[in-house]
């Protein structure tokens, strides 16, 4: 068995087609010598998947705006790489439970996910890592010894405002978008890296576009 180190790009939230007009080229930049590559949800144009193909294969879910754009897809999957086991989601939950969530995120400026990693990790089991994405900020922490990672998001409401529409949804999320911290706003991808020794995950910053 080759000790070869597996690289794993991460990719969550493109909007492409939806508020972005294409992929980015800095995030195949940054994805450049992936093994494999994981989408997170959102994709919301095919075209996303067939340019992220053209640097490795590609694994995605369903986000919540992908149906709308005609888009079926799991919403969860399980790859094994290197005998290290991923769980991959979108990360949106019901109605019931994401609207408090943001209500209290909003009322405290900070991210208030009422459990939503302890879900995760139940709706897997005994993963090595859970990748999700949805809510557009970078999250590296763990739950009950499984590691949870998401970069962040390709799209950020600041490059197109949320303020500028019409009611208050908008613009109590941009005041939330600005409890974070600036990089934190900042769009980006990732790469996990899996090895003899274990696994890695890291952000990477994008340019603003």
């Keep these: 068995m ?12 493109t909007h492409v087609g939806e508020t972005l ?12 010598g992936s093994d494999l590559i994981l989408h997170a949800g959102d994709i919301t144009c095919l075209s ?10 590609v694994v995605a879910v369903q986000g919540d705006h992908d149906r709308d754009a005609g888009i079926d897809l799991p919403t ?27 209500g209290l995120s909003l ?4 991210a208030v996910l009422l459990g939503l990693h302890r879900s995760l990790r139940r709706q897997f089991g005994p993963v090595d890592l859970i990748v999700h994405g949805h809510l557009h900020m970078p ?4 739950v009950r010894g499984t590691r949870v990672f998401s970069p962040g998001a390709v799209y950020i409401p600041e490059v197109r405002e949320m303020s500028e529409k019409t009611g208050i949804k908008g613009r109590a999320y941009m005041r939330f978008r600005e409890s974070l911290a600036p990089d934190e706003r900042l769009p980006a991808v990732g790469m996990v890296q899996v090895g003899p020794d274990g696994l890695s995950c890291e952000r990477i910053i994008l340019p603003m576009p």
């Design 48 to 57: 996303v998947l067939d340019r992220l193909g053209e640097i490795a294969p």
């Design 107 to 110: 009322a405290r400026r900070r």
């Design 139 to 142: 999250v590296h922490t763990e």
């Design 76 to 102: 969860a999957r399980i790859i094994t790489v290197r005998g290290r086991r991923i769980g991959l989601a979108h990360g949106r939950r019901a109605r019931a439970i994401e609207m408090p969530a943001a």
């Design 21 to 32: 007009p294409v992929l980015p080229e800095s995030v195949l930049e940054a994805l450049a």
């Design 2 to 13: 080759t000790s070869r180190t597996v690289r794993i790009g991460v990719v969550a939230d």
